[in-house]
């Protein structure tokens, strides 16, 4: 059997979308009325090379139905909502997290090197987004794995700035190197001993502001780095979305995503991947600079997407105890 998830405004148009695709014969195997986001149905057609009974449909329509249902739960944009569920049809798994993974490797990228070390690594993003904490973070990790770390600022705008990550760098025993300018900054780059790590901090940017994102260009584009967009979790999805197209100007290659333990809905994450084309690479969820940072797997993420989360309704709603519970038991490594 072919299986088949298809979503419309309502039941007349989900059914003949079924049959234009499926053809007469499809059988339909859930439906779910998702009030003013109309209705999704999954249906099976039967075909020769696949060998699948129903009682095995039903269950990969049931780990669809979950997949579907954390995506809504996330705040997940529709587009990349269907994206999913299509592929994950495809996967014809009864095992829900195996299929979501699945499926969320396929549609993403996942960045599956270790930090590389050949290339300096430049973290960007909005304000307070958790950047500098993340060079420190990645740092920490670099130097348990006995790597030799330069930190490097670009960040010399901000009151304090420099401080913070020399306050990181005394506690990692790491040197710090400030850059006030793109030519500085690729004449520190070059005095650093090729085997060493170099980890670049750089003053926030508003997205909207095109002063801003031309300023962070002219560092980018003056060494040749790998451009990691550092963003928090828990962002509306659509919001994050034109943030990540803004940052588009840069060229992110890689994502970092910081405040996973401040975040319940995690849709943004999903459209910030899509519109930027780059790669999940690290997440965050701790202030704390010591294994404070995770690398990203398609497993992990199905994993945290699939975490019963309530959401209250009304404060009445409200346990004491809400989401903290479920993000305590997370494994984030
Ligand atoms: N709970 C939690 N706090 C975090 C996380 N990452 C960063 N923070 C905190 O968020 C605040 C801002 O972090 P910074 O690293 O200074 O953010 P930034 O993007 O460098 O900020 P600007 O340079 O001012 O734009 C700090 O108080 C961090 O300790 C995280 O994953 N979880
Ligand atoms: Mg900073």
Redesign the pocket.
Known sequence: MRLKTFQAPNMSEAMKLVRDELGEDAIIVSTTDNGSNGVRITAAVETPDLDLDFAETTSESNAIDQICDALERHGTPQTVTDRLLNTATTLASNDTIQTFAGALDLVFEFATSDQPTDRPMMLF?P????????VAKLAARAVVNRTQVTLVTT?TL?AG?VQ?IEAYGDRLKLPVKTAKSPAELASVVDSVAPDQLVLI?T??VNPYSSEDLERLSTYADAIDAERLL?INAGRDALEAREIAIAFQAIGPRRLIF?????SRRLGSLLAIADASQAAFSEM????EIVD?IHRINPVKLARLLLEHVQIPTTQNERRPDLGVADRQATSWK
Request: proline letters at 7%; charged letters at 20%; a negative charge.
């Open positions: 993003g304000p307070g987004a958790g950047k500098t904490s993340a960040d901000r700035a913070q901090d003053t926030s550092t910081t405040g996973m333990d401040m965050c969820h701790t202030p404070g």
